[in-house]
């Protein structure tokens, strides 16, 4: 909403400085966006006075003239026919950026005359587009002085934001009213006088609607005023129009786009020579269409509120006219409406047919239903004022929705929720100045709401009234009471787990990304996502448009566009939200992460020591395992080869507490499945489902007793054949399990094939770690202990020791 | 064997010592001399042979020489040792310029607005905040209506809101537009007394170098029987005085609306530029950080709550935003892009916990 200051004071009579005035118009909830001060731009504009205009030497359509200007008097070449000695214009000194010809003035040889600056038309300062001379500002302009206030362009421009619950400050009277009751000035009286017509409304005006739609549009007042001259509406009018930003039409839809800025209230007009028979409002149907004042071509449905003749659709009522019907420079008979239409419908029709209308925007914010009638006298008042005529009398029909509402209000409710004790008077002060009335000596009271005020219906509304005029600022602070001496814990277990996870991951150096929750479907659909119910019905953009099954789509592209910028090795994670459907229980947190190149635990890329190995599926394994560690379940998770369709079927795995309570995934990445993201590859992953992980059980915090003996460790190697396919995983629980009190470790330390084993076979190679309990073992409880481990290792897998 | 052999044997043996060149050939001295079939072990065993009367200066002697050479040995190994290792350690000189690789605890990072969060959750949970969750998939009841937002609301158009397609009942679930859903979920779900916040993704179709299609919120409420307006400015305060680190903070309080509270606010906190630094509390510029509010009673009916029973305040304030204003990023779009240069650079360490005790950024 703009206006400018000359505008809101026509309204409030205040000393107020600008300043003060906008500080306040923020406070009570009217956020000032903007003030432009067209002053300011202006300042280098001062009056010049032509001293003398001789004719060029060189050119016959120039003149050099000398002029007298703030600055003393200099000499300045001018083209323009007008230009004459003894005129006073606008003039520019060299260093002037003058907007209409888009330059700064320099000191320049005009056919061989050197001019210092330049005096200006109006179009040259973007007044109009006015060329044909340069501004001849009259005698009275003092040489030297700014021009800007000659010109009438010295009134500041203020723009406000306006929440949607304020429809009454969609009108500079509303603005000035909580300025008023806010403390700033004095509201004038706005008494719209009624203006008797001369003659009945020749035009008939009628509702043609079915009850269930007659709220569309429930009243409908028009009048006309015959014999009007529609010129242009004089200077002020138009000023403050273009101060807007809104361009002059003529008169009659200037006074419409005043009283809709000036009161809220849209208008309508149409040239009442063009209507046939009845003008009135009712249901669009199929099939009907208009041509707009917009230049648009809008079909209508029976959803839509139209204005109609007897010859058809004439616009749409409150959203937007047509311009069959429209006024012109030859209007001579004005027809003017005012009526009040249905928020909802006005919003519904407007979002259809994508029509942004300072009427639409009016309407579905609501604008006040009693103010049907006096804008009709109102705006009749301006045309007989700026176009003459004659008017008739108003014709009404239907009648606006009552507006008038009562609510019981106990004035305590403000000390209740703001914790801020104001006086009875106080309270009441402010209220009435809003236009609330009110009865009662309190605390009771019974509060008349403004009919302007469709946001009000509770006492929580007056207390908020109340409130932001008094000042937010006034409430003191007061302490929340502490709960607990200390504060207690309380991040839940999975809060507890995410947050760990997250630093877990870091620590083995990979970064965190935070990737979009949406991502392409194709991507979607090769993480086992893609489902219709996950689709957007409208993404941002076709790449962003499905939720995402899983982290990993949004992680490995990010690893691509890394790989695009040269840096190969990638190792990032994310932990957060993924969808396997779109009911809430189907959204689980999942930690992933994956590793590009060398980005492996023990450094990446070429190195002095050592240059980095290409991470594989057991940088992932082990980064998954981390975590399940960190949490306490890596010791019962046992790696089984089911890892979904979007791993390499050979390099992947799972990590599961049992078939049905898989814990994470980790592996290469399908070649086929990267193929389909655009990545190059190889890349491999992990994800970790935090939220199928078991609630932990409540144990001590007590921890078990240390249970270690001085006795030295015995180590023992065994290098077992093993068939190719045996799981080096079951040798090793075989050889845990072969002897429970004294076998304390055991670790694999070879895998080889090739020379000297046979084809189809592999040797295993594990370091067998017992712990003597009470003394030092004997060679014999050695070897017994070996032969255990021999014979278990044997039946779990058919395992030979090596020869 | 006469004296003069002894001496002999002596001088020989004590030139042997002096002249080994190293311990190996040392040890080869001292096998010759002492070992069992070394040469003074050959005199003690002459010593049976002797008669008894001579044993006992035989004895001595040898004993002596044996000694000698003994300490002759351990004297010369002593000095050998000395300069092997001097010459092991002259030899082992390490360009210690070489630089080791970096490890990986050094090479994590912890994303900003994790770590921030993390931060508001450490200074929310000392006043007693537990923290709610809820899903991002949510019902229009859940985060339009219950939240006083009608039908007609502009909030709730495709330019807007991330709609689903319609399903068979005819709804449309959202990816819902603010935390502020999750109040619902929460006072559905218990009864007040209640402080929690609810930090999480919010989705709104809007996409330049301020708006995301998807960004972060924290949403926070308290509800029960004596929460106002007083309170709500201190938690605020008390919270950006403690999240920016600082002793005062200025903080403006201007009236605005909310569907979902009443009255509602906007918060502004006063900083001064500083190159490219934001310093929150000091200067006399503004900067809207929050929208906060007392639960509108429609909101607490909608939820089963007696709206003249209970009260409270509800704030929303968008965690990257925080961010940015903490820490300095320039680009919010930078937040989601994975760029392993920004996670590196705007990223924390793994050990950089925030706790109220160290401060909550170090």
């Known amino acids: ?803 | 064997m006469t004296t003069s052999n002894f001496d002999q044997l002596e001088n020989e043996l004590l030139q042997a010592i002096a002249s080994a060149d190293g311990l190996v050939a040392l040890e080869d001295v001292r096998v010759t001399a002492l070992g069992k079939k070394g040469r003074i072990s050959e005199l003690m065993r002459g010593l049976s042979a002797l008669a008894p009367e001579e044993r006992k200066a035989f004895g001595q002697a040898v004993n002596g020489l044996k000694e000698r050479v003994g300490n002759a040995l351990s004297a010369r190994r002593e000095s050998l040792h000395e300069a092997e290792l001097s010459q092991r350690l002259t030899n082992e000189q390490a360009d210690i310029t070489l630089p080791p690789r970096e490890g990986a605890l050094s090479q994590g990072r912890i994303h900003p607005v994790s770590q921030v969060m993390d931060e508001i959750t450490e200074i929310f949970a000392d006043m007693g905040f537990a923290i709610a969750e809820g899903p991002d998939i949510e019902t229009d009841y859940h985060n339009f209506t219950a939240l006083n937002i009608p039908d007609e609301h502009p909030a709730r158009q495709e330019h807007d809101t991330f709609y689903f397609n319609e399903r068979d009942d005819g709804s449309r679930l959202v990816l819902r537009t603010h935390t502020s859903p999750v109040q619902i979920r929460t006072m559905e779900n218990s009864e007040p007394p209640l402080r929690i916040i609810a930090p999480g993704r919010v989705y709104r179709c809007d996409s330049d170098q301020t708006h995301t299609p998807m960004f972060h919120q924290v949403e926070g409420l308290v509800i029960d029987e004596v929460t106002h307006m007083g309170h709500l400015k201190w938690v605020l305060d008390a919270f950006c005085k403690a999240f920016f680190e600082v002793d005062e903070v200025k903080m403006r309080f201007r009236a605005s609306h909310f569907p979902f509270t009443e009255p509602s606010m906007e918060v502004d906190v006063g900083y001064a530029k500083v190159g490219d630094e934001i310093r929150i509390g000091e200067g006399d510029e503004w900067l809207e950080i929050l929208g906060c509010g007392m639960v509108h009673p429609n909101v607490l009916r909608n939820v089963g709550y007696d709206p003249a029973k209970v009260q409270g305040f509800a704030f929303g304030v968008g965690v990257d935003r925080l961010a940015m204003l903490k820490y300095g990023m320039p680009d919010l779009r930078a937040f989601f892009a994975a760029d392993l240069r920004w996670l590196r650079h705007y990223g924390f360490g793994v050990l950089d916990v925030p706790t109220l005790a160290r401060g909550v950024s170090s």
């Open chain 1, 1 to 803: 909403m703009k206006f400018t200051l000359g505008w809101l004071k026509e309204h409030i009579e205040t000393d107020a400085e600008l300043d003060a005035l906008l500080d306040k118009l923020t406070l009570i909830g009217l956020e000032v966006e903007d003030v432009f001060d067209p002053a300011t731009e202006l300042a280098p504009f001062s009056v010049g006075e032509v001293l003398k205009a001789e004719p060029h030497p060189d050119a016959d359509k120039l003149q050099v003239c000398q002029v007298k200007t703030r600055d003393g008097t200099v000499q300045v070449v001018c083209g323009a026919p007008n230009a004459r000695t003894g005129l006073k214009g606008v003039f520019a000194p060299p260093g002037t950026y003058v907007p209409g010809i888009d330059m700064e003035l320099k000191v320049a040889k005009i056919r061989g005359v050197e001019s210092h600056g330049m005096l200006l038309s109006e179009r040259e300062l973007e007044l109009s587009d006015e060329h044909d001379g340069i501004i001849e500002l009259g005698e009275e302009a003092e040489t030297g002085t700014p021009v800007a206030a000659l010109l009438g362009l010295d009134d500041p421009v203020i723009e406000i934001a306006i929440t949607p619950n304020r429809p009454d400050c969609l009108g500079v009277r509303g603005i000035a009213r909580d300025l008023a009751a806010a403390g700033m000035g004095k509201l004038r009286d706005d008494t719209v006088a009624h203006v008797e017509g001369s003659l009945d409304c020749p035009v008939p005006v009628e509702l043609k609607f079915d009850p269930e739609t007659s709220d569309a549009c429930s009243a409908f007042a028009g009048r006309i005023v015959r014999d009007v001259n529609n010129g242009p509406s004089p200077d002020w009018l138009q000023r403050r129009l273009k101060a807007i930003g809104l361009r002059p039409i003529n008169a009659l839809a200037d006074i419409t786009n005043y009283v809709s800025y000036d009161r809220g209230r849209p208008l309508h007009v149409y040239d009442a020579d063009k209507l046939a028979g009845t003008i009135h409002a009712r249901m669009g149907k199929k099939g009907e269409e208009f041509l707009a004042l917009d230049g648009n071509t809008y079909k209508v449905d029976e959803t839509m509120c139209v204005i109609a003749d007897d010859s058809g659709v004439l616009g749409l009522g409150g959203i937007i006219g047509g311009e069959s019907s429209g006024c012109s420079e030859e209007t001579v008979n004005v027809f003017i409406e005012s009526a009040y239409f249905d928020p909802i419908r006005i919003a519904a029709t407007g979002r259809k047919l994508n029509i942004l209308s300072d009427a639409r925007y009016r309407f579905e914010r609501g604008v006040d239903p009693a103010f049907v009638v006096p804008g009709i006298e109102y705006a009749a008042r301006m045309v007989l004022d700026l176009c003459g005529g004659e008017t008739s009398k108003v014709t009404l029909a239907g009648e606006p929705p009552e507006a008038a509402r009562i609510i019981e209000f106990n004035s305590s409710e403000v000390m209740r929720l703001t914790g801020l004790e104001l006086a009875q008077s106080e309270i009441k002060e402010v209220l009435v100045a809003l236009g609330f009335w009110l009865s009662g000596n309190g605390p009771e009271y019974r509060v008349s709401i403004p009919t302007w005020r469709p946001d009000v219906s509770q006492p929580a509304d007056l207390v908020e009234e109340i409130i932001r005029i008094v000042g937010v600022d006034q409430v003191d602070l007061a302490p929340i009471p502490r709960i607990d001496g200390v504060a207690r814990p309380v991040l839940t277990t999975q809060q507890k787990r995410t947050r760990l996870t997250r630093r877990v991951l870091a620590g083995r150096g990979l970064a965190e990304a935070v990737t979009w929750s949406f991502i392409p479907r194709n991507a979607a659909s090769a993480f086992g996502g893609g489902q219709d119910e996950l689709e957007l019905a409208n993404p941002i953009s076709a790449d962003l448009s499905s939720m995402r099954p899983s982290l990993l789509p949004g992680l490995a592209t990010a690893a691509q566009r890394n790989h695009d910028r040269g840096l190969s090795d990638a190792g990032m994670f994310e932990v957060g939200q993924a969808y396997r459907g779109a009911s809430a229980e189907d959204q689980y947190i999942a930690a992933a992460g994956v590793r590009s190149g060398t980005a492996t635990l023990n450094g990446s890329g070429r190195h002095w020591s050592g240059t980095g190995k290409p991470a594989d599926l057991f940088d992932a394994k082990a980064d998954a395992l981390a975590v399940l560690d960190a949490l306490g379940y890596a010791a019962n998770a046992q790696a089984a080869r089911s890892a979904p369709g979007w791993y390499h079927p050979g390099q992947s795995g799972v990590l599961q507490l049992g078939p049905q309570n898989v814990l994470a995934h980790f592996g290469e990445l399908h070649p086929r499945v990267l193929e389909k993201l655009g990545v190059d590859g190889p890349i491999v992953a992990f994800e970790i489902f935090l939220d199928v992980l078991p609630k932990p059980k409540r144990a001590s915090r007590t921890k078990t007793a240390l249970d270690v003996t001085d006795l030295q460790l015995v180590r023992r190697d065994f290098a077992f054949l093993v068939d190719h396919g045996v799981a080096a995983g079951e040798l090793l629980r075989a050889a845990r399990g072969a002897e429970k009190t004294l076998i304390s470790d055991v670790t694999l330390f070879d895998v080889f094939t090739g020379q000297g084993v046979p084809d189809g076979k592999k040797s295993l190679a594990v370091e067998v770690t017992l712990s003597p309990r009470e003394k030092t073992l004997t060679d014999a409880e050695i070897d017994a202990v070996a032969a255990k481990v021999v014979a278990a290792v044997a039946k779990a897998t058919g395992g030979e020791l090596r020869a």
